[in-house]
C-alpha cells in the first residue's frame, strides 16, 4: 500500500507540472477571439491534466481503498456512455454573449451512476463522459470545470447514499425507506452543483479564460437557471430510474455492496 501511495504521489507531482507548464503554452493561443477548436483543446486538456494531478496527489494522502473489480470497471464504462450521451444528444443550447450555457440530461446518469456504483466511480463516469462531450462539441474551453464538477457530484451523492444511507445493503440496516434515501441522495449532488456551478464558473471564466466580470456575471446567472432545471430533472428521474432498476440488478447479482 506504501508503493501504491508512491506512486501516486509521484504520478500527481508530474501530473500537475505537465499540466501548469501545458496550460502556460497553450492558453494565449486557445484565447484570442474566434480561436478555432483545435487551438482550445490542447488547453483545455492541460487544465484537466492539472485536476487530475490534484486527484492523485489527494489518493496518496486519504486512506487505501480496496481493489475495484472488473464488473464495476465495466459499469462505469457504461454510465461515462450514457452521461456522454445524456449531454451531447440531449440538450438544448442557451447562448450567452460569446459563452453557452445547456439544459441537458447528462448529469441523470452521473447521480445513476454514484447510486449504483458508489462516488468515486459514479463521479468519473460523469467527469469523463460529460468532459469528452464538451471537448467535441462547441463547450470544450469548459471541459476541466466540467470534469471538476461532474467528480464532486458523484462523491457526494454517493457518500449521502452509501455511507449515510446504505442504500445498496438490505433493509434492517438503513434507518429510512429505500425511496426517502435515493431522493435526498440525489438532491445532496445536485445541492452541491447548483451552488458550486454558477460560483466555480464564474471565477473560472474571469480569471482563467479571461471573459470580462459583466460578462462572467451574465453567465453565472443564467446558469444557475439552467443549472437548478437541470438539478430537478436529475432528481426525479435518476431516482425513478434506480428504484426501477434497483430490483432486476439485485436479482442478477449485478448490484455491488457499497
Same mark, same amino acid.
Given at each position: 500500500?506504501?508503493?501504491?501511495?508512491?506512486?501516486?504521489? %509521484?504520478?500527481?507531482?508530474?501530473?500537475? %507540472?505537465?499540466?501548469?507548464?501545458?496550460?502556460?503554452?497553450?492558453?494565449?493561443?486557445?484565447?484570442?477571439? =474566434? #480561436?478555432?477548436?483545435?487551438?482550445?483543446? +490542447?488547453?483545455?486538456?492541460?487544465?484537466?491534466?492539472?485536476?487530475?494531478?490534484?486527484?492523485?496527489?489527494?489518493?496518496?494522502?486519504?486512506?487505501?481503498?480496496?481493489?475495484?473489480?472488473?464488473?464495476?470497471?465495466?459499469?462505469? @464504462?457504461?454510465?461515462?456512455?450514457?452521461?456522454?450521451?445524456?449531454?451531447?444528444?440531449?440538450?438544448? =443550447?442557451?447562448?450567452? $454573449?460569446?459563452?453557452?450555457?445547456?439544459?441537458?440530461?447528462?448529469?441523470?446518469?452521473? &447521480?445513476?451512476? @454514484?447510486?449504483? %456504483?458508489? $462516488?468515486?466511480?459514479?463521479?468519473?463516469?460523469?467527469?469523463?463522459?460529460?468532459?469528452? @462531450? =464538451?471537448?467535441?462539441?462547441?463547450?470544450?474551453?469548459?471541459?476541466?470545470?466540467?470534469?471538476?464538477?461532474?467528480? $464532486?457530484?458523484?462523491? %457526494?451523492?454517493?457518500?449521502?447514499?452509501?455511507?449515510?444511507?446504505?442504500?445498496?445493503? !438490505?433493509? !434492517?440496516?438503513?434507518?429510512?425507506?429505500?425511496?426517502?434515501?435515493?431522493?435526498?441522495?440525489?438532491?445532496?449532488?445536485?445541492?452541491?452543483?447548483?451552488?458550486?456551478?454558477?460560483?466555480? $464558473?464564474?471565477?473560472?471564466?474571469?480569471?482563467?479564460?479571461?471573459?470580462?466580470?459583466?460578462?462572467?456575471?451574465?453567465?453565472?446567472?443564467?446558469?444557475? &437557471?439552467?443549472?437548478?432545471?437541470?438539478?430537478? &430533472? @436529475?432528481?426525479?428521474? #435518476?431516482?425513478?430510474?434506480?428504484?426501477?432498476?434497483?430490483?432486476?440488478?439485485?436479482?442478477?447479482?449485478?448490484? +455491488? !455492496?457499497?
Amino acid at each position: 500500500m506504501k508503493k501504491q501511495k508512491l506512486i501516486s504521489l %509521484i504520478c500527481g507531482i508530474i501530473l500537475t %507540472i505537465l499540466g501548469i507548464v501545458a496550460t502556460v503554452m497553450t492558453r494565449e493561443a486557445a484565447l484570442v477571439k =474566434d #480561436a478555432a477548436s483545435n487551438a482550445k483543446i +490542447p488547453f483545455a486538456l492541460s487544465l484537466i491534466v492539472i485536476v487530475l494531478g490534484v486527484i492523485y496527489l489527494v489518493m496518496a494522502c486519504v486512506p487505501a481503498r480496496s481493489k475495484t473489480n472488473v464488473r464495476t470497471l465495466s459499469m462505469a @464504462a457504461l454510465f461515462a456512455a450514457l452521461c456522454y450521451i445524456g449531454f451531447s444528444y440531449f440538450k438544448i =443550447d442557451i447562448p450567452v $454573449g460569446s459563452e453557452k450555457t445547456a439544459f441537458h440530461l447528462g448529469n441523470v446518469f452521473c &447521480v445513476l451512476a @454514484a447510486l449504483f %456504483i458508489g $462516488g468515486f466511480w459514479g463521479g468519473m463516469a460523469g467527469a469523463v463522459g460529460m468532459t469528452i @462531450a =464538451d471537448l467535441t462539441t462547441a463547450y470544450v474551453t469548459s471541459a476541466p470545470k466540467t470534469f471538476l464538477l461532474k467528480l $464532486g457530484i458523484g462523491l %457526494i451523492a454517493g457518500l449521502v447514499a452509501h455511507k449515510v444511507f446504505a442504500i445498496s445493503r !438490505e433493509p !434492517e440496516h438503513r434507518k429510512v425507506s429505500l425511496p426517502v434515501a435515493t431522493v435526498l441522495s440525489c438532491s445532496a449532488g445536485m445541492v452541491f452543483n447548483i451552488v458550486a456551478d454558477p460560483v466555480v $464558473g464564474y471565477f473560472y471564466k474571469m480569471y482563467v479564460l479571461g471573459v470580462p466580470q459583466e460578462a462572467a456575471t451574465i453567465w453565472a446567472k443564467m446558469g444557475a &437557471v439552467t443549472t437548478s432545471v437541470n438539478a430537478v &430533472v @436529475a432528481v426525479v428521474v #435518476a431516482s425513478v430510474l434506480y428504484l426501477a432498476l434497483r430490483p432486476a440488478l439485485k436479482r442478477s447479482n449485478l448490484l +455491488p !455492496e457499497i
